[in-house]
């Protein structure tokens, strides 16, 4: 069991650059979660998969943001035109489909620096 | 809609001594679940203990207990003989069984002094 991994771990970009993350779940996991948050605040929801399909997206994801997971495994979240208020923490979480509790496992996140 | 308050920005314990972190939730839900996560200062979010809205016992990790009081619709964490190490950021969340997403408060900080 080798945990979420999230790549890259940091990325600084200009404003109005589009950039990419990537998030690979745990191998056995059929839903993937991507979360952003910013300093001092918990993480906001912003959308879910459970295996290809996206089952929620957040008010929040404008039409600026696009994530997909194609093939049910691993999935990408990309932001066009980047702007300032983008700059946080995107954290990725995975875990089964269960009929009681959903804990979820979270990599350890891309940061993202809009300059 | 569901919401999570955490109205401890920060807390500070002395080692070895108990500490409760404060959780309260709104949720029009019958059934969902309570969790409490750890986030270092390295930034992963650890899990720690999970409480089902239908759970008559109150559910317990370890040095981690989650005391749930479903009337007063709180889920408090209570930490227990504390270590250096648990200074981190703790965050409450809560989720609806067998659904997707979660919902988190804003978060405390606990600082543990030695």
């Known amino acids: 069991d080798t945990g979420v991994s999230q790549d890259p771990r940091h990325k600084i970009t200009k404003r109005g650059q589009n950039v990419t993350f990537r998030c690979d779940p745990i191998?056995?996991?059929?839903?993937l979660y991507w979360y952003r948050q910013t300093l001092g605040q918990g993480p906001e929801f912003l959308t879910y998969?459970?295996?290809?399909?996206?089952?929620?997206k957040s008010r929040l994801l404008s039409d600026r943001f696009s994530a997909e997971r194609p093939k049910g495994s691993f999935s990408t979240l990309e932001i066009q035109r980047t702007e300032q208020g983008d700059s946080a923490m995107y954290l990725c979480?995975?875990?089964?489909?269960?009929?009681?509790?959903?804990?979820?496992?979270f990599g350890p996140g891309t940061r993202l620096t809009v300059l | 809609a569901q919401k999570i308050t955490q109205t401890q920005p920060g807390m500070f314990v002395q080692e070895k001594e108990a500490v409760t972190l404060d959780c309260t939730y709104d949720?029009?839900?019958?059934?969902?679940?309570l969790f409490w996560y750890k986030q270092p200062s390295s930034g992963e979010m650890i899990f720690l203990i999970y409480?089902?809205?239908?759970?008559?016992q109150n559910a317990t990790e370890g040095r981690y207990s989650l005391n749930f009081q479903k009337a007063r619709k709180s889920a408090n964490l209570v930490i227990s003989a504390s270590q250096l190490g648990d200074s981190a950021m703790y965050f409450c969340?809560?989720?609806?069984?067998?659904?997707?997403?979660?919902?988190f408060g804003d978060g405390t900080t606990l600082t543990v002094k030695p």
């Open positions: 409480q089902g809205s239908y759970d008559e």
């Open positions: 191998s056995e996991h059929n839903r």
């Open positions: 979480a995975s875990n089964r489909q269960v009929f009681t509790y959903n804990e979820q496992f």
């Open positions: 949720t029009s839900d019958q059934s969902y679940g």
């Open positions: 998969f459970q295996n290809e399909a996206q089952l929620e």
């Open positions: 969340a809560m989720g609806r069984t067998n659904a997707g997403k979660s919902t």
